[in-house]
């Protein structure tokens, strides 16, 4: 049957964007000598044989990165963006990844097949070595994987007249293959970027550059006697498995056509359960974007592949497409700056294009790539081969493929404690998405604005919220945390030492409460609160005037108020997992050390340009502000925020040391005596808590501490702990805790 003008005929509101995405790079891992690594696929990519996106293409320096399925190309590119990031920082300290599909100056011997456990896995890649040679195996690209949305399919099923939606949609996907084997030389023509090949990787060096080898003759192809039929499914099936059975193929998926038909392990599975999806596979990496391609460019493919539909059938299709091979290969040996050749049907393409935006009202957004896409076939300049080009130093691109690499390499160790694409998440949740990327860990977001996640190895699932609220704790655990009263009441029958206090549920009675502690030292907090949120820290006595402030502050981030003793020492967190203690932070109040010269406004200003600093727990430490409590505090130390403070004499700005309200970070877990890390972690087991943080009050570290005799105080228990603090830390050398967090929801990984 026919699928011409299935498109034509349906409505504007079809769904025609729908479908989801899959991107897969190939890369090849660089050495500082600017050649193909030697070292193994890194171990900190756990075990291949089963990570979900960081695999070993063909040989030892060829990773491949995989993304999960998307809903979207955003979110296909974002997936894409994650695992490079991590990819990247998981490399060895001395290698960066090549941002060209060709390679550096290579020859056969540089290149180490894959040591796969799996012996049919490598006996195949041996196979590809003695028939195709290893160095066409060194060329890297970029796969593109698109599957028509399920209602998008299911409406167009209903337009077409078809009985049988299996045959429909076997016949869809066969349409979108054949009409993108003919017009392929299209995207030759606009990302190809593979101009030249370093000395003697060819048998016969260029002359001169082309645009793209990657998609030529002497690139991914089978041998001349392969000529596998997209005339029918059937007639696919038959000759693949013809040649399979042959010997000329050694499996089916060593057929390099520039699209593969895909979901099911073998062709002839089609006729039963149907085209799953599609691989697009004639995509040189992009070396002017840090990820291989654009967003641009991706949705421009997704747009020339829905006008694959709206075109009409081919007749003829083996002759046709044989025509449109030799076009293509034209193409892709032209030189970078020639215009497209006068018997290309661009303009087939171009009407197709406007007629899907048109008739769908995709807006603004893909009529601006239309117009990108007619102002590079005007000028060839605007090309990815054209712009590659003007890199060209003679007949190399060696020395711009070193400097973007190194470019790269140095972007993603930007900001290295946040997972880039996902910046808007909790840190600590960043952090832990970065582990379970590098480890090979699937998962989802299921909620981002909650940072809700859904984690699975195999049958295994797991759920964490925040990065470390997981099924491991029991549900009233967090709510017992939560509130102070009831956490002082659980830790004081337990036999551990809390502050002395009282709970106030309105002003009034708080207020009354000041004639018994006029005269010492206090602590004025919510009852339920996190990362310091509402607390004042009076060290000396406070003014009624002081006091009833900061019960004001206290009572606008909760209902309930607590007003303890104030215990003189130094604070600590502890952080303690499954009954144990792996790491200890001093955190110290924010402050500012004048210089004789600027305000304390101003050493505040300064002090916050500092990279790590952040707002909204996005980065390790926090923009210090001047509001109400620092002000409060400056009050009681004699100062303004406009005061000149000597040089070096400090100012505190907060009373409570938290890093979410601009305090700094020490890492102590070596110095602190064991006693104390074995209290925090019976004081955890006392509430019951898998993971949380145990702030401590301690006058002398030195000290031993025994539950008889303790030498600390317990202020807190707090039930999300904060686990980038513990890793990036303004001194010391951190603990990765999130790793730890994962080790023990999936030991097996």
């Known amino acids: ?368 790539l239309l117009e990108k896409v007619k102002a590079a076939l005007a000028n060839p300049e605007l090309t990815l081969g054209g712009q590659l080009f003007a890199q060209i130093d003679q007949l190399s691109l060696e020395v711009f493929g070193r400097n973007q690499g190194a470019a790269f390499h140095q972007h993603a160790w930007t900001a290295p404690y946040a997972l880039k694409g996902y910046e808007s998440m909790e840190l600590s949740t960043q952090m832990l998405l970065i582990d379970i990327i590098q480890k090979g860990v699937h998962f989802e977001i299921l909620d981002e604005n909650d940072q809700f996640l859904k984690l699975w190895h195999g049958n295994h699932v797991e759920y964490v919220k925040n990065g470390n609220m997981t099924s491991k704790d029991n549900y009233v655990v967090p709510l017992a945390m939560a509130n102070k009263t009831v956490t002082k009441k659980i830790l004081d029958q337990a036999g551990f030492p809390v502050p002395a206090g009282s709970e106030f549920a309105t002003k009034e009675e708080a207020l009354n409460y000041y004639r018994l502690v006029a005269d010492k030292a206090i602590v004025v907090k919510p009852k339920s609160t996190n990362f310091g949120l509402g607390i004042s820290i009076f060290q000396e006595p406070a003014s009624l005037a002081d006091y009833e402030k900061a019960i004001d502050i206290a009572f606008a981030e909760d209902s309930d108020v607590l007003v303890e003793e104030f215990i003189p020492g130094t604070e600590y967190r502890f952080f303690v997992l499954d009954g144990k203690c792996e790491a200890v932070l001093l955190r110290v109040a924010a402050n500012v050390v004048g210089d004789g010269r600027q305000t304390i406004r101003e050493l505040v200003a300064e002090k916050n340009k500092n990279p790590l600093r952040g707002r909204d727990h996005r980065s390790p430490l926090e923009i210090i502000n001047l509001g109400d409590i620092e002000l409060l505090m400056l009050e009681q130390q004699g100062y303004t925020a406009d005061t000149i403070l000597p040089t070096g004499v400090k100012a505190d700005l907060r009373g409570n040391s938290n890093i979410s309200t601009g305090g700094d970070s020490i890492d102590m877990t070596e110095q602190m005596d064991p006693s104390y890390k074995q209290l925090a972690a019976d004081m955890a087991s006392a509430i019951g808590a898998w993971v949380c943080g145990v702030d401590l009050i301690i006058p002398d570290r030195h000290l031993i501490s025994t539950k008889e005799v303790p030498n600390c105080t317990c202020i807190e228990l707090n039930f999300n702990p904060s686990m980038y603090m513990h890793t990036y830390c303004h001194e010391g050398p951190g603990q990765i805790v999130t790793r730890k967090i994962l080790d023990k929801l999936f030991p097996e990984v």
């Open 1 to 368: 049957m026919k699928l011409s003008q299935l498109l034509q005929n349906a409505p504007a509101n079809l769904p025609i964007l729908q479908a989801t995405f899959g991107l897969e790079r190939e890369s090849l891992r660089i050495n500082t000598q600017h050649r193909v690594a030697q070292t193994p696929h890194p171990s900190a990519f756990g075990s291949r044989n089963y990570h979900p996106y960081i695999q070993t293409d063909y040989s030892e320096p060829q990773i491949e990165l995989i993304t999960p399925i998307a809903q979207s190309t955003e979110e296909a590119r974002r997936f894409l963006g994650a695992i490079t990031d991590v990819a990247q920082r998981s490399l060895e300290h001395d290698e960066y990844l090549w941002p060209l599909s060709m390679p550096p100056y290579i020859t056969a011997d540089d290149i180490q097949i894959a040591a796969l456990e799996d012996p049919v896995e490598y006996r195949y890649r041996q196979g590809l070595a003695e028939r195709y040679g290893k160095l066409l195996q060194s060329m890297s690209g970029i796969h593109y994987n698109m599957e028509l949305g399920k209602d998008l399919t299911a409406q167009l099923f209903s337009l077409s007249g078809y009985s049988d939606k299996l045959a429909f949609k076997n016949d869809l996907y066969l349409k979108i293959a054949q009409n993108f084997l003919y017009y392929r030389w299209f995207l030759t023509y606009l990302y190809g970027a593979t101009p030249i090949a370093e000395k003697g990787f060819l048998e016969k060096d260029l002359t001169r550059p082309v645009r793209s080898l990657r998609n030529s003759s002497y690139g991914y192809v089978n041998h001349e006697d392969i000529h596998v039929s997209f005339a029918s499914l059937e007639n696919y099936i038959s000759d693949l498995e013809g040649y399979v059975q042959s010997g000329q193929l050694s499996a089916e998926k060593e057929f390099y056509s520039a699209v593969r038909l895909r979901g099911s392990k073998f062709v002839r599975d089609y006729l039963e359960n149907g085209i799953q999806y599609m691989e697009f596979r004639s995509f040189d990496l992009n070396p002017f974007d840090h990820l291989a391609i654009s967003q641009e460019t991706i949705d421009t493919v997704h747009l020339f592949i829905l006008s694959l539909i709206w075109m009409e059938d081919l007749d003829n299709v083996d002759e046709k497409l044989s025509w449109a091979t030799d076009l293509n290969e034209a193409i892709a040996l032209a030189h970078p700056l020639d215009p497209l050749p006068d018997q290309a049907p661009i303009q087939d393409i171009l009407t197709a294009m406007t007629a899907v935006i048109d008739q769908f009202q995709l807006g603004d957004y893909y009529l601006s």
